[in-house]
Nanobody
Framework: QAQLVESGGGLVQPGGSLRLSCTAS????????IGWFRQAPGKEREGVSC????????YYADSVQGRFTISRDTSENTFYLQMDNLEADDTAVYYC??????????????????????WGQGTQVTVSS
């Protein structure tokens, strides 16, 4: 059974860093658009960053451009979100997701949260002093 499991969330002070991990099981990440999304209390889920495992193209939301980096470790069948210079507005539950690359682009997947078909359970990130 295909599954995505996030880890790495927690409490961090403003300006700090966290690295989220999303480990895939039951399938390999080849030929997928993979991405990170977040949902803050009272707000809609939004795309943060997405990556194509076929050509390496990436997409970042304007709010995280230059601070967050998405990457993939093929040997671990895992992808990551490195979050630096965190701000209070980054506080949210973060989810990883996937969709077959034949069915979407990284930009479409990240800008339309209805595109991704498989999701992890989420991990809480809290940025507070």
């Amino acid at each position: 059974q295909a599954q995505l499991v996030e880890s790495g969330g927690g409490l961090v002070q403003p300006g700090g860093s966290l690295r989220l991990s999303c480990t895939a099981s039951g399938f390999t990440l080849d030929y997928y658009a993979i991405g990170w999304f977040r949902q803050a209390p009272g707000k809609e889920r939004e795309g943060v960053s997405c990556l194509s495992t076929t050509d390496g193209s990436t997409y970042y939301a304007d709010s995280v451009q230059g601070r967050f980096t998405i990457s993939r470790d093929t040997s671990e069948n895992t992808f990551y979100l490195q979050m630096d210079n965190l701000e209070a507005d980054d506080t949210a539950v973060y989810y990883c997701a996937r969709e077959h690359i034949a069915l979407t682009t990284v930009q479409a997947m990240c800008t339309m949260t209805s595109v991704a078909s498989d999701w992890g359970q989420g991990t809480q990130v809290t940025v507070s002093s």
